[in-house]
Each structure stands twice: as C-alpha cells, then as structure tokens.
C-alpha cells in the first residue's frame, strides 16, 4: 500500500506555490455542510431525504448556502464575483453534489450555465448587473429547451418579433428550465430572424420581474423521477415586452456564443457529479464492512470487494477527464470542443454502470427510501437525470464523430510518425494544483481543426514507458497497457481517415460513433497517464504507478476482448487504500479532500 499524501485542503505547497485560494473555499464549504449524519444539519442527509420525498429543495440548506454566498462562485472576479478557475470550480461544486445533486443542480450550476452567454457577449452594464444580481444571491436561469425540438436548436421557436418601440415582443414558451418559476432573470435563447440559416438566434438577458402580468405565466412545473428537488418549469410568452437593451451581443450570433459556452459547461459539469458517485461509494462500503454474511463483513467476499476497488479506480478515471477536460479551456481552449463532448459522454456513463453494480452489493437497500443507506436510491435515481441534461451520450458523440478524420490527419498520424521521448514542455494541463491563465471566451472554437494534445501524446507516453520499464520492472504492465493504448490510435487514425463522406457528419451511423466512443477511452487514458506523469513525489499515492496502471487496465477492458479482474496485489493495495480514506474521512477522488464526517459512521445493519 502506498503512503497517504499529506496535503491538506488549504496547506501552501512545500514548492512554495502561492495559496489555493479556491481550496480554502471548498474547505470552508465542506465545514459548512457539516456532518451529513447529524439528523439536524438543515444540510445532513435526513433534510435532503425528507426533501427529496417532498419534491423540494432543503430551504434550509438553500438559506446556508445562500448565507455562504454560493452565487458569487457563478461571477468573474473580475466582477466582483470568485470565478477564476473552471477546475477548482468543479471541485468546489463537487462538495454540493456529493450531499445533494438537486441542490448542486437547482441551487448553483443553471445560473452557472445563465452567466456564461453574458460573460462572454454582454456590454459591461449587462454583465455587471448580472455579476451583481448573482453576488448579492439571486438567480438568472438558462431558458434554451423546448420540448418540441430538444437538441436540435436550428428549430428553436420561441419567437422575439419586433415591437413598435425599438424592443422585442415574446411569443412562445419554453419548458424543463430549472428555476425559471422563481428566478429573477432569465437568458432566452429566442429567433430573431424567421429566415434559414444560423444566424436566426438570439441571447435576451430579460429582467423577470420587470416583464407586465398578464402576458407571461410561469407556473408550470415539470415533476421528475430523479432530481425531484429541482424545479423544473416552464414559461409561456403572449405578445410579450421586452426592451431592445435586453440584447446580448449581436443579433443573430446566439447560435455560435452557444456552441462555445457550452464547451465550458460540459467540461465543467462532470467533474461536479463525480461527487454523487463519491457519495454512493462510501454508503456501499460502509454497508459493506457493516453487514456480516458467512462469519465475516461482506466487504470480505472478493467479488463485492472488486465491485468497490473498481468503482473506485473508475472515480479517479473520471476526475482525471474532469480535470484535464476543465483545465483545457485555460490552456487549450481551441482544442475544448472535443473534450468537452468526451467528458460530458465518459463521466455520466462510468457513474451509472458503477451505481447498478454498486447497487447489487447493497442488495435490498439499494431501493429502500429510508433507513441508513437510503441515501443511495436517491444518488441511483438522480444520476441518470443529471447525464441527460445539458446534452445526452449521443448528442456528445455526434459532436465528436464530424472532427474524428481531421484529427486523424492532422494530430495522430503526426504523434505517431515520430520518434520523440521524453517531457513534451506542455505539462500545466496536468498538473492539477499549478495556476492557470484565465478563462478566454474569444479563443474558444467551434472545432480543433484537427488539433489534439491530449490522446495525441499518447505515442510518446508509450514510448517513455518503454525505456524507463526497462529498468523499473514495476512500470512494465503500465508499459504494455500505454503500448496498447498507442496502438489503438493507430488503429483508430486508420479507420478514421476511411470513414466515408456521409459517416463524418452529425448523422452518421453507428460505425462511426463507435469509433468515436474509443476515441474517448483514449483521451480518458491519457489524461490519466498525464496527471500520473506530473506528479510530483509529495503528491504520494497520485504519483504511484498502482492507480494509473489499474485506470488503464480498466479502460483497456472496454477497449478489446474482455480483460480479467485487477491483478490481485494491485486490487488489494487500492482496496487499503480506499478504506484508509474511508476512515480517515476523505474523499475518493484525485484530491482526497477532507469530509465534514465527524467520525466514520456506524450505522448497523437495518432489519
Ligand atoms: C435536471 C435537468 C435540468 C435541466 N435544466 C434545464 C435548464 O435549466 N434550461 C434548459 O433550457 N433546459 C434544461 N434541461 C433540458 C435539457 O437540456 C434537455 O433535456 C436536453 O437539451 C435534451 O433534450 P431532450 O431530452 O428533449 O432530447 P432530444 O433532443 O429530443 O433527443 C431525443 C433523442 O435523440 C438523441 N439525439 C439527439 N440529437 C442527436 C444527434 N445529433 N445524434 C444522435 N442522437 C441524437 C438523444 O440522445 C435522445 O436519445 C434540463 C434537463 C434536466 C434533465
């Protein structure tokens, strides 16, 4: 077993790098939601249960949030607000998720997802009073779905006509929007022009309160199975006022500012629900060592133990994607279009396969709404709803397969015609605790144009390994498993640039986007090999070959032929290791926080 990292949340690093700032917060944070087995913490898992079962958020938690100033965490710095950072600002999200995914939902990232389009093309009086209006607690909501057309936004019809004053007249509606019942602003993403083309949407920040009784109703409410907290509703326009001022940006450029900011959105999201399979880990593995069956705990029973270790290794597959994937759109924000797409497809998956299989060791209390492991049908029914919104595992895929021939001619083919070793200087994408610049909306891109640094170093990942293998044999599975990786680019550069002209389109068939899933197992290996490669010797367990050797091995298994289990020396090291953050209280993911748990809870077996 490898030695626990000694970095707390808000220690200055022994290399002298300056103070977290943003991990001072999450640590604050953390205090704030308290112990979650405190049957009186307006934040503890009884109020998000009782809450859930009534269809609302915790109003108390709602309030403790709101006192903490959660809104500001949505603003630029610039503004007034603490956004600096798209990876810290997962991970700081990511504490919400692991106690209530409605609450992450319906109390932070829809006016996250509300500021971006205003961050990005609003006049400075717009984004400052939007920067205001979230600093000092209120809401602004993200109004773009419409049932009739879901994803396909060229036919968007809420119509924004022209009205005698120079401003807008509203007709139409818009449904599934979180919190637009209660919000005091709304970005609506609504057709200016009735014409063809891409150029017929357009962004109105649209004060809410401000809009005449009478022709504006947003009553309606759309109950759901999981994320039953949030509130989802909807509003119905009729000949409704707007001033021209309302505009954002140019007429007509909603189209474009959309397929950008919703990069960052989509990179961001992810890294935050990986806190609700944190959450549904621990509840199975203190169920687990709890529940004695045949003389010993359950945990003892080697195919439930695999069970834990892999989800486990899965959660920091999926933090590594995260990660990478957030800070991308710092460093690499031209190649974010394709990363974005993979992460918000790969992280909702691993999630879900591991919470049915999680939910098979936790047997009958997998689906009962109370008692001490009540928590986890919740996590179970919340977690398919969050990876539909904001884009589903296909629509994610249809963005990648168009790029996929590009990318094999431009960046692949490249990476593995040549013949480097050793470091490649663009390490910072990596490197999870070194600053990064701050987040440019104007490089985003509507694609790479082929540029790809992420699964296009993937060869010189490989062929490092090999050397240093040759005299560390502890690196020598780690080697074979790069190798492979290496290979199935080559594999997938060739089938790429075969693809025929109607497979490289958004509506291609099957093939196609089964090439595009590989590419995503390959970004999310790299990632892993990346932040592995990075470490540095005081990040202990991060630095370790156990975890990214094991990541691998649990990629390749869906890459090929079906692979065995974890050899069993490694599978044991990280079953200590996943228990010792257990009891000490720490998360599961790569930064092994600290949990607000007063101590490891023993809850007993329910009858
Ligand atoms: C918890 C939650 C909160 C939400 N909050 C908001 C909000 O605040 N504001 C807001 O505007 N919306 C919100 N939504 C709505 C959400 O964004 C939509 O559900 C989403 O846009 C998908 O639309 P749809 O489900 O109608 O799917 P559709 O677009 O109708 O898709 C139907 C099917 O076609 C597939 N498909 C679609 N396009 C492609 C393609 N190109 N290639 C292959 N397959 C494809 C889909 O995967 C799906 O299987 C929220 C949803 C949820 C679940």
Known sequence: MTALPTTSATE?????????????????????LGDPYDPAN?????????????????ADGERALAAY???????????????????????????????????????????????????SDGSPEQQQRAADLLCGGGRIVAAYTELDHGSDFTRISLAAG??????????GGKQLVNNIG??????????????????????????????PAGHVDRTARYPTSGGRGCLLGGARFDSCPVPAAALLGEEGGAMETVLKVFQVTRCVLPGMVVGVGDSQLRTVLAFAGERQLYGAPVSALPLPRSVLTDAFV??????????????????????????????????????QENSYRLGVVLGARSYLREGPYAAFQKAARDLPVVALAHASGAVCLANIVPQLPRLAERAWQPALDARTSGPDGDEALFRLHDPLPSLDFGRLELTTRGADGLAGRLPLFARDLARQAATRPELAELAGLAGEFSDTLADLARRSAALPPLERTPVAGRRSFLLAERYVLLLAAAACLGVWRTARRSDGFLADPLWVTAALHRLAGRLGPRRGPLPQAAAGALFDELSARHDDARTFDLFRTRLALRAVPVKGVAP
């Open 12 to 32: 200055v690093r022994a290399d002298g790098a300056r103070r977290d700032t943003a991990l001072e917060r999450l640590d604050r944070l953390e205090t704030l």
């Open 314 to 351: 899965d959660l920091l597959i999926c933090d590594a994607l995260s990660m990478v994937a957030a800070r991308t759109l710092h460093l690499r924000p031209a190649e974010a279009s394709v990363r974005a797409a993979a992460v918000k497809y790969l992280v909702p998956k691993l999630l």
């Open 42 to 58: 307006p934040l503890g898992e009884a109020a998000v249960l009782g809450a859930d079962e009534r269809g609302e958020l915790p």
């Open 69 to 119: 100033g959660l809104g500001a965490e949505f603003a630029p710095a610039a503004l007034g607000g603490r956004f600096e950072r798209a990876d810290r600002f997962a991970l700081l999200m990511r504490a919400i998720f692991r106690r209530d995914c409605s609450l992450g939902i319906g109390h932070g990232v829809t006016s996250f997802i509300a500021g971006l389009p205003i961050w």
């Open 182 to 211: 209660r919000a005091e602003a709304a970005v609506l993403f609504a057709r200016t022009d009735e014409r063809p083309g891409s150029r017929g949407h357009s962004h109105l920040l649209v004060d809410l309160d401000a809009l």
């Open 162 to 171: 022209p009205a005698a004053d120079g401003g807008y007249l509203l007709d």
